[in-house]
């Protein structure tokens, strides 16, 4: 089973700035990594799939980089409602693994 | 409008079992891989199964296989998963997903969820 550790668990930052999330994957994974962003009481939505594409109506300040093992999302300048959970999924072996999540909370 | 809606969660005591159903509507049903993702009280996001769009592919989680079986019905445009031996560590919100692929790649869009609570 491939394993995906995400960093940092938490990271606090106020609207406007710039978030960066990581995900490391226990081995390469290529490009098959997507990540999904969950707000509390919400299911999860797609926003990245194979590692650099963004998914149908993900604004534009949302984009994900990264092939192999290290993959980053990053949210060039925080709104309001990007303020949530993020998971990374890879789908490079079965069985399809998420990471434990990156929460992006207000400072 | 692609809709999700699960059904057949509820309270089971341990070793028991529970069917869940999730009917899709809005899209090409058989052209997508199906799967089912199970989130605990508080917790992360765990894929529990999935199935390509002709049956021909089908994978499970560690913790489930062996317990759950994963069908579908393109005829009926539904998606099946059938859980015994049900322990507490699989108490969650268990929500349908739809494949953005015929074959089990990411989650484009999700159902609300069905709760199983696996308790004596």
């Known amino acids: 089973e491939i394993v995906l550790t995400q960093s940092p668990a938490t990271l606090s930052l106020s609207p406007g700035e710039r978030a960066t999330l990581s995900c490391r994957a226990s081995q390469s994974v290529s490009s098959y990594l997507a990540w999904y962003q969950q707000k509390p009481g919400q299911t999860p939505r797609l926003l990245i799939y194979?590692?650099?594409n963004r998914a149908t109506g993900i604004p534009a300040r949302f984009s994900g980089s990264g092939s192999g093992t290290d993959f980053t999302l990053t949210i060039s300048s925080l709104e309001p409602e990007d303020f949530a959970v993020y998971y990374c999924?890879?789908?490079?072996?079965?069985?399809?693994?998420f990471g434990p999540g990156t929460k992006v909370d207000i400072k | 409008e692609v809709q999700l809606v699960e059904s057949g969660g509820g309270l089971v005591q341990p070793g028991r079992s529970l069917r869940l159903s999730c009917a899709g509507s809005g899209f090409t049903f058989d052209d997508d891989a199906m799967h089912w993702v199970r989130q605990a009280p508080g917790k992360g996001l765990e894929w529990v199964s999935g199935?390509?769009?002709?049956?021909?592919?089908?994978g499970y989680a560690d913790s489930v296989k062996g317990r759950f079986t994963i069908s579908r019905d393109n005829a009926k445009n539904s998606l099946y998963l059938q859980m015994n031996s049900l322990r507490a560590e699989d108490t969650a919100l268990y929500y349908c997903?739809?494949?953005?692929?015929?074959?089990?790649?990411?989650?484009?869009?999700w159902g609300q969820g069905t709760l199983v609570t696996v308790s004596s």
């Open positions: 999924q890879q789908r490079s072996n079965w069985p399809l693994t």
């Open positions: 199935i390509s769009w002709n049956s021909d592919g089908i």
């Open positions: 194979d590692a650099s």
């Open positions: 997903a739809k494949d953005n692929s015929g074959w089990p790649n990411y989650f484009d869009y």
